[in-house]
């Protein structure tokens, strides 16, 4: 069975600050993909990132980056610089690697409120 | 591009009645899915389709039934609401047959439907 799990259900932080996000994973597939999704204030699901479990390269895009550990089963995202537009729920999710369908498994989310 | 729309946006519903919420979309997507969400469960698959005239159920399929008459539609019926339905449902799509990379393509999702029973 799939499971993803996101121990921090809400973290505050005031503006600038860096702030990082856990994720840990269950599989026991050997390969599998990994997505971080953002759900603002406004409700709608934004893709951030995927990663397959075969490229363990971190990754940066903008004020945002990925740190992958196959070792921990863990995909972490640090917001840097935090900023007020950051203010989201945050999912992390596992596809598993022979998922004909798709589909994703998700944790239960990370709310996190940037204030000014 | 529209991408997902989902309709209606909100709803109330009495235990007991019925409706069905449509979802389509614009992308040529062979996959769909309904999610629902709930405060700290983050999103559970409710039933998905890989393609039309086909549907399988998901994590939570219990009281909910779906049809895929169309590739552009993926509908989901509550034959008889119970207040422990109420939440905020999800479509999504993936999966354009032919394009690279379409086997592990991110979901695309629609803005959810309020649902509230009581």
């Known amino acids: 069975a799939q499971?993803?799990?996101q121990a921090q259900t809400e973290i505050s932080v005031v503006e600038k600050e860096d702030v990082t996000l856990d994720c840990?994973?269950?599989?026991r597939d050997t390969t599998y993909y990994l997505f971080w999704y953002k759900q603002p204030p406004s409700g709608e699901?934004?893709?951030?990132?995927?990663?397959?479990?075969?490229?363990?390269?971190?990754?940066?895009?903008?004020?945002?980056?990925?740190?992958?550990q196959k070792s921990t089963s863990s995909f972490n995202f640090t917001i840097t610089a935090s900023q007020v537009v950051?203010?989201?729920?945050?999912f992390?999710?596992?596809?598993?690697g022979n998922n004909a369908g798709n589909m994703l498994t998700f944790g239960g989310g990370t709310r996190l409120m940037v204030k000014p | 591009n529209a991408g997902v729309?989902?309709?209606?946006?909100?709803?109330?519903?009495?235990?007991?009645?019925?409706?069905?919420?449509l979802c389509?979309?614009?992308?040529?997507?062979?996959?769909?899915?309904?999610?629902?969400?709930?405060?700290?469960?983050?999103?559970?698959?409710?039933?998905?389709?890989?393609?039309?005239?086909?549907?399988?159920?998901?994590?939570v399929p219990d009281g909910y039934n779906v049809s895929r008459l169309k590739k552009q539609n993926f509908l989901l019926g509550l034959e008889s609401a119970a207040p422990s339905q109420t939440s905020v449902y999800f479509c999504a799509s993936s999966f354009e047959q032919g394009a690279s990379s379409s086997y592990n393509s991110p979901l695309h999702f629609g803005n959810g439907t309020r649902l509230t029973v009581t």
Request: with cysteine; hydrophobic share 30%; net charge positive.
């Open chain 2, 24 to 59: 389509a979309q614009d992308m040529n997507h062979e996959y769909m899915y309904w999610y629902r969400q709930d405060p700290g469960m983050g999103l559970r698959l409710i039933h998905y389709s890989v393609g039309e005239g086909t549907t399988a159920k998901g994590e």
């Open chain 2, 5 to 21: 729309t989902q309709t209606p946006k909100f709803r109330v519903l009495k235990t007991g009645q019925s409706m069905t919420l």
């Open chain 1, 3 to 5: 499971k993803v799990t």
């Open chain 1, 24 to 27: 840990v994973y269950e599989t």
């Open chain 1, 92 to 96: 992390c999710a596992l596809r598993r």
């Open chain 1, 86 to 90: 950051d203010s989201a729920v945050y």
């Open chain 1, 45 to 68: 699901l934004v893709f951030l990132i995927r990663r397959n479990s075969f490229d363990e390269q971190n990754e940066i895009s903008g004020r945002y980056s990925w740190n992958f």
